[in-house]
DNA sequence: TAAAACATGTAAGTAGTTACATGATTCC
DNA sequence: GGAATCATGTAACTACTTACATGTTTTA
């Protein structure tokens, strides 16, 4: 999975700007993927000259142009193409866990921040995710499995914040 | 956190080679951070010439020669400086949640052999790192943190296991 | 009046992967 | 005899981020 599969699939949606598909990855994928626009133009630019979408010039009135773009049928074929493929293994770097790892070097006191912090952190993500789910099922715009994926990235939120919660609790006393 | 913290990190334990640094990763990171033989040497060639760490070259019977690298205090100082450093925010990719999220197009029975396929991974995952942890506990030679860092990927695992398990029954009834 | 939202793009740099290249020894 | 383990390294490439560059309108 790069940025030009879940671009392609955005636009087998619908057709969208750059400015859109970067709010989308925010408000859907924030958990599981991301890319700043630094990726997403270029992309762009590149998928149109290989023919897979195509780019509309529109003016607008009290806003910059934009540039929409749809997807072709060459495009189409590419994504359902990546979507049949097996999924690659997931992939997670977590910093965190990292500090944890070295917790003998850096201190208890350390530690302990680190997890209050952590725990923190991941209920943060947890709220604003859920605040996200609820704006979206108001607006009734979501698929089944669309459902699906935020659920399971909630759910893995509330696991990690029970387990570190219980681990406060019994390593640290608190 | 990049490869060269991480590789400070496990020299300020002890000396060691590129080979037992890879070695490392894959016992005690693989779930939460990777580093391949062409990021781990050069980082280790660009460490030396920053002063961080040491070479030294040991000869072998019946194996190839190695390079065994030692911290110095300016490489401890260094890592000393990430470790009190806030943590990175978390980073996940996946590829699975991605195609469950296009779902829609790639059809139910596509998705249900989605969530088997990642079910399946997921438990070997997890009981290869249970197995990994057995064996560095009869060992003996695990600090309190990291035995954690582990646990934590254990409930992490243990929890998506459950979920997906619980979703398939929901949703597909099976 | 300042920030947020809307909107697009580039240049320079960072950080990594994959594949190749080599070669001995030990275990199955 | 073939796979796994031990051991190091490079070249080409991929894929991305960050910072810069620009400018209007709406909202708080």
């Known amino acids: 999975m790069n940025a030009q599969d879940v671009i392609l699939g955005l636009l087998s949606e619908q057709p969208r700007t750059g400015y859109e598909i970067k709010r989308h990855f925010e408000q859907f994928f924030s958990f599981f993927f991301d890319a700043s626009y630094g990726t997403i133009y270029p992309t762009l630019i590149k998928m149109e000259k290989a023919e897979l979408i195509t780019k509309e010039a529109v003016r607008q009135e009290g806003k910059p142009d934009k540039n929409v773009y749809t997807i072709t049928p060459a495009g189409r074929q590419r994504f359902e193409r990546y ?16 500090h944890l790892y070295f917790g003998q070097t850096a201190g208890e006191e350390a530690v302990k921040d680190l997890l209050l912090g952590e725990i923190e952190a991941k209920r943060g993500l947890y709220e604003d995710l859920q605040r996200k ?9 979501l698929t089944r499995y669309q459902k699906m ?6 759910a893995q939120y509330r696991a990690t914040i029970d387990h570190l919660n219980e681990l406060l609790k019994e390593e640290f006393g608190s």
Not at 83 to 98: G, I, N, T
Not at 149 to 154: A, D, E, T, Y
């Open 149 to 154: 994926s935020i659920q399971i990235g909630l």
């Open 83 to 98: 979507l049949h493929a097996p999924a690659a293994k997931e992939v997670l770097r977590s910093d965190f866990l990292m």
């Open 133 to 141: 789910l609820e704006r979206l099922e108001e607006g009734k715009a």
